[in-house]
């Protein structure tokens, strides 16, 4: 009941008074819990002893850091062209079995309920592993290489894509697909004729989102020994060559910067 | 010829959208079904093409009976259905020619229309009909760079290309203008009487109803309240539609000449 009677005539305002209270004390309270954590980490994990020296530590390691071993760059092309292939063979193979699986997921294409149930526990079961577990994982069964980190990255990005895309099937217009039906298409032609042109902009966008997020995914992946960037990453800190960790992180801030870049041009041209 | 015995549509909500309605379009006839806004006019057109499956009752196709029909033979049953709706319903990112051939779904197999490779003759038959309907030059073009009447042209191709017995016509003047409402409706009854086509045809605009059909047929509330021929459409027979207003500027001018239409800016509510 926004609008108040009072003796002057009708007034309006957003809230009632009681609800502007409980609004009031919701903030009231979120603060308080934040005030309250914030306490609770400085007296129990912070560790003090650490505090006095943090600043000399950083300055130090900076200090190692620089200047960077320019040359070391001639190891690091090699490394980069694994990584970025592993971020698009991952991501082509996610995006190929996430059409079907996105299918199978949106309410108004699945075949049946427990179809659904399937793809949907594929989407959820993808999403939650970390590709760095994927990784892990897929090491010890294929051993350490590219072909670990391609699956990592493919198996972590099904997910991301079916979602976006389901969710992008469910949104479109019913309209344009039951004109398809009344012509007498089957179930797959409507899909082809009906739903695919609707949703093919999304397909292009979603695959060229996920390849740039893949390509900062696989970086990392060689520190488990999954092939890629991270291999040269782990060994340099490993052997605290300082100056070589800094030119790789010159390197991988260079190859994001980049496929940013690509990504966005690319999403451009297509939608 | 298409016959309804005793259609009766209840949806999930329980509202009756159909009650007990029986009619029978012979061949090649022009009908208009006109009733207010959740008469049940659309329930009715898609009970015919199974879009909606009716709830009681039967509906024959010549000596088809639609409401029996397996999915497969829906199908094959549906080719001879054309349908055309309000808002065109093409499917906006593809070429106009692509939804003209969509039109042959029903006759060519998926991974055929997948790569759209359409038989020679039906692509020659969607150039043909595309020139009758004066939009040659638009066959690739895509559809949502088209007019609202260009695109009910498209959609009238679509139907068209069918080769079907009976169109079903929803609201096809609903978003158009009163002139592109007036070729439109003539331009679907001469190619039904070119083909011999019978059409069903929802329409709100009662003028247009009288000028470009053979007879009218009145829905109110899922029931079946006026079967007459255009001019038997008097101020009583309206107010029992559509209720009690002054009907007579709607009807007085029923034979005179094009000039103005009175269009009604009435917006289509939720489909019952």
Redesign the interface.
Known sequence: MPIIQTPGGPTWQRRTTPKQLIIWFSWLVGIAVVVFAWLRIADNDLLWVYMPTVGREATDMVSRMVPPKWSYIDVLWKPIWDTLNIATIGTVMAMILAVPIAFAAAVNTTPHRAVRAVALFIIVASRSVNSLIWALALVFILGPGILAGTLAIGLRSIGGCSKLLYEAIEEI?H??V?????????R??QM???IM??V??TFAGVAVFRWDINVRGSTILGLVGAGGIGLQLSGSMATLAWTQVSMILIAILGTVVISEYVSAKVRHAII | MLRLVNVLKRYKTGDVALNNVSLEIPDGQVIALIGPSGAGKSTLIRCV?R?VTPTEGKIFLGDTELTALSSRAL?????R???I?Q?Y??????TVM?NVL??????VG?WA??FRKFPKKDVQEAYRLLDRVGLMDMADKRADELSGGQRQRV?IC?ALI?NPELL?VDEPTASLDPKTSRQIMRLINELCAERGLAAIINIHDVHLAQMYSQRIVGLKLGELVFDGPPDGLVPDVLTEIYGEEDWEATIEDVDEDDEDVDEDGETEGPRT
């Open positions: 217009d309209k344009q039951e004109a398809i039906e009344a012509t007498g298409a089957s797959l032609q082809a004729y009906g042109p609707q093919m902009p | 093409n879009l199908r094959k049953a549906r080719r259905m054309g349908m709706f808002e319903a093409l499917v906006e990112r593809l692509e969509s039109g042959r779904l029903g006759y998926f229309s997948w959609g679509r069918q079903l």
